[in-house]
């Protein structure tokens, strides 16, 4: 059990351009969630899914968002035409629905900064 | 509407003493989960402790308790013999529906505690 991964940990990239991050959750879990998070403030949900279901996308999202989980397994998240209001960090973390508490697991996120 | 409410942005506390930390919810459902994190300045988010809301009697972990008041929809982290390595944002979270339902988790707006030696 290696944990949640995601990549690139640290993304610095000019407005306007596309940036994609990936996450490879813990192998046995069914759900995985995406969270941005800004300075001083809670996680902010964005989108989960169960296996390779996106169950649901956070109104809050615009269309330049989007995320896939293929396969069930890995997840990437792409941002289209980056803003500089897009920095932040974006979590990962994945859940086993079946566990006795379901709690999720993070992995140690990536930083965006858009120029 | 803002499901998770946690009303003290930051909190103080000296070393070896306990500390309450508040949170209240919104929810219809009657089957839902609720979660503390505790994030250093690190940046992991590290799993403290779960309460179901069926569950009759009040989580605890080590030196970690939840005090759960369900009619008032509170569930305030209690944190005994506060150490220095405490030091950190707790965030409060909840899942609406039981296990298995595919709800999301949301998170509240978290509170700073900064132990003091």
């Not at chain 1, 896939?68 to 960090?89: C, N, V, Y």
């Amino acid at each position: 059990d290696t944990g949640v991964s995601q990549n690139p940990r640290h993304k610095i990239t000019k407005r306007g351009q596309n940036v994609t991050f990936r996450c490879d959750p813990i192998s046995e879990h069914n759900r995985l969630y995406w969270y941005r998070q800004t300075l001083g403030q809670g996680p902010e949900f964005l989108t989960y899914f169960q296996n390779e279901a996106q169950l649901e996308k956070s109104r809050l999202l615009s269309d330049r968002f989007s995320a896939e989980r293929p396969k069930g397994s890995f997840s990437t998240l792409e941002i289209q035409r980056t803003e500089q209001g897009d920095s932040a960090m974006y979590l990962c973390a994945s859940s086993l629905g079946s566990a006795s508490t379901g709690e999720l697991f993070f992995g140690e996120g990536s930083r965006l900064t858009v120029l | 509407a803002q499901k998770i409410t946690q009303t003290q942005p930051g909190m103080f506390v000296q070393e070896k003493e306990a500390v309450t930390l508040d949170c209240t919810y919104d929810t219809s459902d009657q089957s839902y989960g609720l979660f503390w994190y505790k994030q250093p300045s690190s940046g992991e988010m590290i799993f403290l402790i779960y309460q179901g809301s069926y569950d009759e009697q009040n989580a605890t972990e080590g030196r970690y308790s939840l005090n759960f008041q369900k009619a008032r929809k509170s569930a305030n982290l209690v944190i005994s013999a506060s150490q220095l390595g405490d030091s950190a944002m707790y965030f409060c979270a909840m899942r609406e529906g039981g296990i298995t339902s595919y709800d999301k988790v949301i998170f509240g707006p978290g509170t700073s505690l900064s132990v003091i030696p």
